[in-house]
């Protein structure tokens, strides 16, 4: 029996010792040290590559949702532009007969009904202004300001007598803005040096 233990136990410490051989040369991998590391940069070298392209792509998308949100806001502002060039022609139709209805309507004429109609169109041109101010479109108000193409076009040169060379001396027609954008023109006489 004791004579059994110890063979038993002689093949178990045998058996470990006959796992897998360790083979005696170097492993048979397919690459050598030096193509593992050169394939390790190339990954590498692809991972940044890869890492880049995805930045850059998400800053494009960024860029373009950004573009969008303002093109779609600029629309909500400015989607009205037309009809508001339409209607500064009304306004200034209404101001034109406002103007002429008071040197017609003068203080000591018995014509109470001449009086009415201009008061009203006087109140009809305010409100018309504050509806105008309301949705950001401003009356532009040149006069003795420096010229600049992008707000006034010229229509005539007028002599500098008190005013700088350079500066709106008159205006013809009223220009309009619409939040800051120009969407018509101030006609305008423009002050100039005289000739001698």
């Given at each position: 029996?004791?004579?059994?233990?110890?063979?038993?136990?002689?093949?178990?410490?045998?058996?470990?010792?006959?796992?897998?051989?360790?083979?005696?040369?170097?492993?048979?991998?397919?690459?050598?040290?030096?193509?593992?590391?050169?394939?390790?940069?190339?990954?590498?070298?692809?991972?940044?590559?890869?890492?880049?392209?995805?930045?850059?792509?998400?800053?494009?998308?960024?860029?373009?949702?950004?573009?969008?949100?303002?093109?779609?806001?600029?629309?909500k502002l400015f989607g009205i532009q037309?009809?508001?060039?339409?209607?500064?022609?009304?306004?200034?139709?209404?101001?034109?007969?406002?103007?002429?209805a008071a040197g017609h309507a003068e203080?000591?004429?018995?014509?109470?009904?001449?009086?009415?109609?201009?008061?009203?169109?006087?109140?009809?041109?305010?409100?018309?202004?504050?509806?105008?101010?309301?949705?950001?479109?401003?009356?532009?108000?040149?006069?003795?300001?420096?010229?600049?193409?992008?707000?006034?076009?010229?229509?005539?040169?007028?002599?500098?007598?008190?005013?700088?060379?350079?500066?709106?001396?008159?205006?013809?027609?009223?220009?309009?803005?619409?939040?800051?954008?120009?969407?018509?023109?101030?006609?305008?006489?423009?002050?100039?040096?005289?000739?001698?």
């Amino acid at each position: 029996s004791p004579c059994a233990f110890s063979t038993a136990a002689q093949q178990r410490s045998t058996g470990d010792e006959c796992g897998p051989e360790e083979p005696s040369e170097e492993p048979k991998h397919p690459l050598s040290d030096s193509a593992l590391e050169h394939k390790a940069i190339k990954l590498e070298e692809q991972v940044r590559d890869l890492t880049e392209r995805y930045r850059k792509a998400l800053a494009d998308s960024e860029n373009v949702r950004r573009r969008t949100q303002k093109f779609v806001e600029d629309a909500k502002l400015f989607g009205i532009q037309s009809f508001c060039r339409d209607l500064v022609e009304v306004a200034d139709i209404l101001e034109k007969t406002a103007e002429s209805a008071a040197g017609h309507a003068e203080p000591s004429d018995p014509n109470p009904t001449l009086k009415k109609i201009y008061e009203g169109l006087s109140l009809l041109e305010a409100k018309l202004q504050s509806v105008f101010a309301k949705h950001g479109l401003q009356k532009m108000n040149p006069v003795g300001g420096r010229y600049d193409p992008y707000d006034h076009e010229i229509i005539c040169h007028v002599p500098a007598e008190g005013v700088q060379p350079g500066t709106v001396a008159l205006v013809t027609q009223d220009g309009y803005k619409l939040h800051g954008r120009t969407i018509r023109h101030a006609l305008v006489g423009v002050a100039v040096e005289a000739q001698e």
